[in-house]
C-alpha cells in the first residue's frame, strides 16, 4: 500500500513537471530570464529526479523485506503442510486403529452372547444336576443301610447232621438284620444282596467246608479236606435278590469241622446293594 502511494506520487511530480517546462518553452521568454528558466527547471527536475532515486529504492527496500515475508510464510506454509501431512497419517493410523477396536469390539460383543447362552445352559444343567444330586441323596439318606460281618468264637464241628454255622462274634451289624444268637440273616427289605464267608479247617484226615443257603435253597458250597494237619483257607461269595423276609445262613455238613483261633479265620458277612421291587427280585 505504502509503495503504490509514492509511486503515484512520483507520478504526479513528474507529471507537474513536464507541464511547468511546457509552458515555460511555450510563453518564449528572454534570453536572460530564459536560462534562468531552464536553470531552474533542471534544478527543479533534478531535485525530483532524486525524490524518484529515493522512491525507488525504498520500493527495493520493501519489496525485499516484502520477498523475505513471502520466502518465510511460504516455508511457514511448508512447514504447515507437512505437520497436516503428518496429522493426516496419524488420523489415518488411529481411525485405523478405531476400525480394529470396533471389529474387537463386535467379536467380543459376540463372544459375551455366546458365553451368556452357554451360560444359560450350564446354569440349566447344573439346575438338572442338582435336581439328580437331590434324588440321589434322598435315595442314599431314605436307602435302609444293612451291613454286617461276624467271627466265630471258637472252632465247629463236626456236627450230627448239617447244622447252622452261629458266627457270635459280631464286627459290624449295622440295621440289625443279622441274628448272632441263631446265625441267620434275615432281609429287612426286597433287593439285591452280597454275602461272602471265609472258612478254615485245621484237622488232620477230616474236610472243612460250608454251604451258603438262603431259605432252603443252597447257593454255592465249597471245602477243602486236610491231609498234613496245618489250617487251609477257603472262602466264596453271592450276589442274590432277596424278597423281605428271605434267609440267609452258612450251613455245616455232619462230620465237617471247622477251625477257629484268636485271629478271626472264619467269617461271615453281607450287605444290601440296591432295594429292588418284587417284580425285579423274582426275575
Known amino acids: 500500500m505504502k509503495a503504490t502511494t509514492v509511486v503515484a506520487f ?42 524518484m532515486k529515493t522512491a525507488v529504492k525504498y520500493l527495493e527496500k520493501e519489496n525485499a523485506d516484502l520477498k523475505s515475508k513471502m520466502a518465510k510464510q511460504i516455508k511457514r506454509s511448508k512447514q504447515t503442510v507437512s505437520q497436516l501431512e503428518s496429522l493426516n497419517k496419524e488420523m489415518s493410523a488411529q481411525l485405523s486403529e478405531v476400525s480394529v477396536i470396533r471389529t474387537t469390539l463386535a467379536n467380543s460383543e459376540s463372544d459375551m452372547e455366546n458365553l451368556k447362552k452357554q451360560n444359560e445352559e450350564l446354569k440349566k444343567k447344573v439346575s438338572t444336576s442338582e435336581g439328580y444330586v437331590d434324588v440321589l441323596r434322598k435315595e442314599i439318606i431314605e436307602k435302609p443301610k444293612v451291613a454286617f460281618s461276624a467271627g466265630l468264637s471258637s472252632s465247629v464241628g463236626p456236627l450230627s447232621g448239617l447244622g447252622i454255622v452261629v458266627y457270635t462274634k459280631v464286627l459290624t451289624n449295622i440295621g440289625g438284620a443279622y441274628n448272632s444268637k441263631t446265625g441267620v440273616f ?91 421291587s418284587e417284580s425285579e427280585s423274582e426275575s
Open 186 to 276: 434275615t432281609a429287612p427289605i426286597t433287593g439285591t444282596y452280597y454275602f461272602r464267608f471265609t472258612a478254615c479247617g485245621g484237622s488232620n484226615g477230616h474236610y472243612s467246608g460250608v454251604g451258603l443257603y438262603r431259605n432252603k435253597e443252597r447257593l454255592t458250597h465249597v471245602s477243602e479236606y486236610n491231609n498234613d494237619g496245618y489250617p487251609k483257607h477257603f472262602s466264596g461269595g453271592v450276589t442274590t435278590t432277596l424278597s423281605e423276609g428271605d434267609t440267609v445262613v452258612v450251613r455245616l455238613p455232619s462230620s465237617y469241622r471247622l477251625y477257629e483261633d484268636s485271629y478271626t479265620r472264619n467269617i461271615f458277612s453281607g450287605f444290601l446293594l440296591f432295594p429292588t
Open 10 to 51: 512520483l507520478l504526479l511530480l513528474l507529471q507537474g513537471s513536464l507541464q511547468e517546462t511546457e509552458a515555460s518553452v511555450t510563453e518564449k521568454p528572454e534570453p536572460a530570464s530564459g536560462l534562468k528558466q531552464l536553470s531552474d527547471m533542471v534544478y527543479q527536475q533534478s531535485t525530483t529526479l532524486a525524490e
